[in-house]
């Protein structure tokens, strides 16, 4: 797979249709998302690990539609998965303010857990527990009735293939236990990190499936993969470096972007 970085350049290449991960993604258009509703928008955030640290956030501003599929494209340092940490309060900004459906993340961060899933870059499960008896317990956690958790369960196992494991000890869930409370907004730090082909194929079609239903934020080293968004941002030591749809920046910047150390 293509890297997002390569010799200093982030490359933009317009994908053929032949591409396994989008078939159907040939940039003809960039599409119109101006009419949708803002569901997180920040608002000069920063960022630093200690006082006396450097910022690693460095006033960002941004907006994202309700229902975009959004990719954060970077190399391992740029702060995509710091800013994740951010919008989903784990992390508390050191300046600036942001609003995920509408609420404050400094000051209402409870009405925002409440909207979100996420899946993390760490492994959310339990390993000594089975993969049923993992969504089990996070169905429990949202106080599902036995009903809903055993309809749940069978919906996640479709959706992510997971009939012929059930019982097996888990692996990575992160991807199915963050759909079960249901979100508005989906939070992925890198999904496919450590999956193997199949894998990584079929949980890009639950994100097709996904996508326009709900809003979802996803962190990725690879092209391919930000190219299915509807739009991307490239980060690079904690700064928003170019913005646009896909077709945008191919437009923009042709073969490549060129990222200055």
Not at 7 to 32: M, Q, T
Not at 33 to 42: F, G, H, Q, R, S
Not at 161 to 166: C, E, I, K, R
Not at 184 to 201: K, M, N, S, W, Y
Request: glycine share 8%; net charge negative; with cysteine.
């Amino acid at each position: 797979c293509p890297l997002a970085v390569r010799d200093g350049r982030v490359w933009l290449e317009e994908y053929a249709k032949e591409n396994p991960l989008h078939p159907e993604l040939i940039l003809n258009k960039a599409p119109s998302l101006a009419d949708k509703e803002t569901v997180i928008k920040i608002e000069d955030a920063w960022f630093r690990y200690a006082k006396a640290a450097p910022d690693f956030i460095k006033g960002l501003n941004l907006e994202i539609k309700k229902g975009e599929l959004f990719s954060l494209l970077g190399v391992n340092g740029a702060g995509k998965t710091t800013m994740i940490k951010m919008l989903t309060c784990l992390t508390r900004a050191t300046d600036g303010e942001a609003f995920v459906g509408g609420y404050s993340i400094t000051e209402q961060p409870e009405q925002v857990k409440r909207m979100i899933g996420v899946s993390p870059q760490e492994t959310a499960v339990a390993p000594n527990l089975s993969v049923k008896e993992n969504l089990e317990f996070i169905c429990g956690i949202h106080g599902f009735s036995k009903q809903k958790t055993q309809d749940k369960i069978k919906e996640l196992s479709e959706q992510f293939t997971l009939d012929v494991v059930l019982q097996r000890k888990a692996g990575k869930l992160s991807g199915a236990m963050a759909l079960i409370g249901e979100p508005q907004i989906l939070f992925l730090d890198e999904p496919t990190l450590g999956l193997d082909v199949i894998a990584r194929h079929d949980l890009w079609d639950v994100i097709r499936l996904l996508k326009g239903k709900i809003t979802i934020i996803l962190t990725t080293h690879y092209m391919e993969e930000a190219a299915g968004a509807d739009k991307i941002i490239i980060m690079d030591k904690g700064n928003i470096i170019t913005s646009g749809t896909p077709f945008e920046l191919k437009e923009r910047y042709g073969g490549y972007y060129e990222v200055h150390n």
